[in-house]
């Protein structure tokens, strides 16, 4: 399991970023997400407002299996559009629309979507808890690229295909290889909703992997975190590590690195958890 100093050292080379950036990836479909509201203006101020961040190469409909559950629960939900184009931009839209929410709020961030959550909710005190899936937690001056760790399947070759082609700069455009996506990313997943998936992926910018990481907002605010066991992208020794650094609640589950779409009544159960307490 790596140690939170080799997580804050590893040194990076050229070949493993490459690779390494696909580990940012999460689960990809290609509808627009809404804000949604619960039927009940009794439950809207009982309980607080949900906010789903997605990751890298996705949007925010790889949450709508959730967002139909915790609707049913009474809960007011909303998953945030994640621009993919870099972390401190990404963050900053995220506390523009946290701004704009009346009452307390659980975030919750799924893999690069963690990083997002991490940088946006600092300092806040309208967020009461965090929550991760299979996500990065970045200490401050960490890019999650180098957070992945050797074990994981995105040090395999031909995984990344870049836009425009050549050596990536801040603005190049990043696409997980089809067939990749569906071997190790959507490994859990009937090998159809896979390939749908691969084919639906938004980019994210190799800036967006790169820029370090601010205060992290784990260091005041509880935090949950689930770990995938069978995730291919982000290892689950390394989740674990992440996890135990930001003192979070851990909890385990049989998935990959997709758990919104492969077990979402776990994953709802999980931030309805975080919500009561």
Excluded: C
Aim: aromatic share 6%.
């Amino acid at each position: 399991m790596p140690t939170k100093s080799t997580l804050s050292s590893r040194p990076a080379r050229v070949g493993a970023v490459v690779v390494t950036v696909a580990a940012l990836l999460s689960g990809a479909t290609t509808l627009s997400a809404s804000a949604a509201s619960p039927s009940s203006a009794g439950h809207a101020t009982a309980k607080p407002t949900v906010v789903l961040v997605h990751g890298a190469w996705a949007d925010s409909s790889s949450w709508n299996a959730v967002v139909r559950r915790l609707i049913h629960d009474g809960y007011p939900v909303t998953a945030f559009a994640t621009p993919l184009q870099s972390l401190s931009g990404d963050s900053s839209a995220l506390r523009d629309l946290l701004a704009s929410i009346p009452g307390p709020v659980v975030l919750v961030g799924h893999s690069y979507g963690g990083a997002v959550i991490t940088d946006a909710a600092a300092g806040s005190t309208q967020v009461k808890a965090l929550v991760y899936l299979d996500a990065f937690a970045p200490a401050e001056g960490e890019p999650v690229i180098a957070l992945a760790g050797p074990d994981s399947a995105l040090n395999l070759p031909g995984v990344l295909n870049p836009v425009p082609l050549g050596a990536p700069t801040p603005t190049t455009e990043l696409f997980v290889a089809q067939q990749a996506f569906v071997k190790f990313f959507a490994n859990d997943l009937p090998r159809r909703r896979g390939q749908v998936l691969a084919a639906t992926q938004r980019p994210v910018t190799y800036g967006a992997l790169t820029e370090p990481s601010t205060a992290p907002a784990w260091k005041t605010i509880p935090t949950w975190f689930e770990i995938g066991t069978i995730d291919k992208v982000i290892p689950p020794a390394v989740q674990r590590s992440m996890a135990t650094r930001a003192g979070a609640h851990i909890s385990t589950v049989r998935s990959g690195h997709l758990p919104m779409v492969s077990v979402p009544n776990t994953v709802t159960s999980l931030i309805e958890r975080a919500a009561r307490s």
